[in-house]
């Protein structure tokens, strides 16, 4: 059995089909000078024919998934224009000798080579979008087309990696699932497998290839990560039988799509999904949850050399407003830092980047740039149910500071005549100790709440959540970690407000009816998994999930926790 990262659910059983990715380079190398021109005006063809074919490839995307994932190639289509990218290629040809194609292979090389050794995952996976464009390129100046070519029968597709457009290429009557052995669950590649409902695992590692021959059958389950190469008989059978047992869940969680999350006995609550990139709104809505928890706006500042005007920013958050009509959208204001660097504010490198300077403590350190964010997500807000949230609130002054911005951006726009939301809801992320705690006070002055518990237990347990040698010791069920996020529910309904909670736990349904319970109003986790959590919703009472959330504060122990709450689940 190998494994890998779950990025789309689903199990696929078929023989294998793997992609070839050699990236063709002519054979020459270093030119002379007199050869200069002639290979700059090969690379200009070269850009222009790519342009051509992408674009193509964006219609067809476009009249097949939506506008949203059609971006994706726009995004790829941007690169072609940016200077410090085919600009430093042409350069390279002039300064160094180069030939065109290894000027591309080289300029790529290097982009891919700094996406990679950064620390942030989504980051990371921006090297496939390079990738893409830089393979392109040299094909169409070698002149050598794809070699990869299909069988008219079932097969699951491997690969070291697939790119955006080799994925949105695939025959989806016949391919059955993808695995590589690299990327991750928020490459483009990947949101693109569980638009188009591909079962997909990325990230496998060398062995994916090493065990595979051709036609090797393969059992791919696209929930766990797991692989199985060449299956006995009886795996293939417990495997067939799961898929069976998928599908009929699959059926029920349809069946209760457009219903209410609601208990047996009336209580109601509302669930949300995640949301990284805007290229995920389409997908998300007709995935039937009633909105957005989370959208994580710095995604729009990453991936480039320079920051979004405010237009950009009001173009992309309009986009999403615009998808979800009057289902609330929660925007997170720029959280950046810690493990997520923007190379266009030329931040410090810090000890403990997580404790440094980051999220809010950034914005309210540079007005200029917060204001310019607020005033495009209020624009915005005239085009749907935008709500605004502060991440890394840990003092009242924070809170204050930046609603006072915000206010400073409301009266610009009145001044300018620009319609927006004028009784728009702002919320706080509850992701620090501190705020937890101090939940009465920040009650007074914001409209909900949103708790994010990757960070709150990172911070209250003295915990890396990347550091493999203490995993152990990382657990949302820590009785510490639950008796905080009970007092912030707490707090906010005292007050009059709502809390909802955004990180990895919302999505477990082990975790279901204690969050229920203890009186969270809203969900919001990967779409993949809420109906799960909705058929856990709906499947109990409010009084029995408070019965569970009394007797899980009582005990002392992460393992008594979770001893309790799987025995409960099962």
Same mark, same amino acid.
């Given at each position: 059995m190998l494994k890998g990262i779950p990025v789309s659910a689903g199990i696929a059983i078929a023989p294998i089909v793997q992609?070839?990715?050699?990236?063709?380079?002519?054979?020459?190398?270093?030119?002379?000078?007199?050869?200069?021109? !002639?290979?700059?005006?090969?690379?200009?063809?070269?850009?222009?024919?790519?342009?051509?074919?992408?674009?193509?490839?964006?219609v067809q995307t476009e009249e097949q998934l939506g506008a949203e994932k059609a971006a994706i190639l726009s995004a790829h289509l941007a690169f072609l224009d940016d200077p410090a990218f085919t600009g430093e290629m042409n350069s390279a040809i002039e300064s160094q000798l180069l030939s065109a194609s290894a000027a591309v292979s080289q300029?790529?090389?290097?982009?891919?080579?700094l996406f990679e050794s950064m620390d942030d995952a989504y980051m990371r996976e921006r090297a496939d979008d390079i990738r893409d464009v830089s393979r392109r390129l040299i094909r169409n100046l070698s002149g050598e087309e794809s070699s990869v070519s299909f069988p008219e029968e079932p097969f699951i597709l491997i690969a070291v990696d697939v790119t955006p457009s080799e994925t949105l290429q695939l025959p989806l009557s016949h391919v059955r699932g993808i695995a590589t052995v690299k990327g991750g669950s928020t490459s483009h590649a990947a949101i693109l497998a569980r638009s188009l409902g591909i079962p997909a695992v990325m990230g496998v590692g060398e062995s994916l290839m090493a065990q595979m021959d051709a036609e090797t059958l393969l059992i791919l389950d696209g929930s766990t990560g797991q692989l199985y190469p060449a299956p006995d008989e009886e795996t293939r059978k417990r495997y067939e039988a799961k898929a069976q047992q998928e599908a009929t869940q699959r059926e029920a969680y349809a069946a209760i799509k457009d219903l209410p999350a609601k208990t047996l006995d009336g209580h109601r609550v509302h669930l949300m999904a995640n949301m990284a990139v805007p290229e995920?709104?389409?997908?998300?809505?007709? !995935?039937?949850?009633?909105?957005?928890?989370?959208?994580?706006?710095?995604?729009?500042?990453?991936?480039?050399?320079?920051? @979004?005007?405010?237009e950009e920013q009001f173009q992309a958050y309009k986009r999403v407003a615009l998808a979800f009509g009057d289902k609330p959208v929660i925007i997170r204001t720029l959280d950046v830092g810690g493990d997520k660097?923007?190379?266009?504010?030329?931040?410090?490198?810090?000890?403990? @980047?997580?404790?440094?300077?980051?999220?809010?403590?950034?914005?309210?350190?540079?007005?200029?740039?917060?204001?310019?964010?607020?005033?495009?997500?209020?624009?915005?807000?005239?085009?749907?149910?935008?709500?605004?949230?502060f991440p890394m609130i840990s003092h009242l002054e924070q809170l204050r500071a930046a609603k006072s911005i915000l206010e400073q951006a409301k009266s610009q726009l009145s001044e300018e005549g620009i319609a927006f939301d004028e009784d728009i809801s702002v919320g706080m992320m509850m992701e620090i100790p501190a705020a937890c705690l101090q939940a009465d006070a920040f009650a007074k002055e914001v409209q909900f709440f949103s708790i994010g518990t990757n960070d709150l237990v990172q911070y209250t347990l003295a915990v890396?959540?990347?550091?493999?040698?203490?995993?152990?010791? *990382?657990? *949302? *069920?820590?009785?510490?970690?639950?008796?905080?996020?009970?007092?912030?529910?707490?707090? !906010?309904?005292?007050?009059?407000?709502?809390?909802?909670?955004?990180?990895?736990?919302?999505?477990? @349904?082990?975790?279901?009816?204690?969050?229920l319970g203890l009186g969270l109003d809203e969900f919001s986790g990967a779409a993949s998994v809420m109906p799960k959590v909705k058929q856990r919703i709906r499947s109990t009472t409010m009084e029995q999930a408070k019965r569970t959330a009394n007797h899980v504060l009582t005990l002392s122990t992460t393992e008594d926790v979770v001893a309790f709450l799987n025995n409960k689940a099962e």
């Open positions: 992609l070839s990715q050699d990236q063709p380079l002519a054979h020459e190398t270093a030119i002379s000078s007199a050869e200069v021109s !002639s290979h700059q005006s090969r690379l200009a063809q070269s850009i222009e024919l790519s342009r051509q074919q992408l674009e193509q490839l964006r300029i790529a090389d290097q982009f891919i080579s995920e709104a389409d997908a998300l809505v007709a !995935s039937g949850v009633e909105g957005i928890g989370l959208f994580r706006s710095e995604f729009l500042f990453m991936d480039r050399s320079t920051l @979004p005007d405010e660097h923007l190379p266009a504010l030329a931040l410090e490198q810090e000890e403990n @980047p997580f404790l440094g300077f980051r999220a809010i403590r950034i914005s309210l350190a540079r007005p200029e740039l917060f204001q310019v964010q607020l005033r495009a997500l209020l624009r915005a807000s005239a085009f749907g149910r935008l709500l605004i949230m890396d959540r990347m550091n493999a040698n203490i995993a152990d010791l *990382y657990s *949302y *069920y820590h009785p510490a970690v639950l008796r905080l996020i009970s007092q912030v529910i707490e707090a !906010s309904h005292r007050a009059g407000i709502w809390t909802g909670l955004c990180g990895e736990m919302a999505g477990d @349904p082990v975790a279901t009816e204690l969050l």
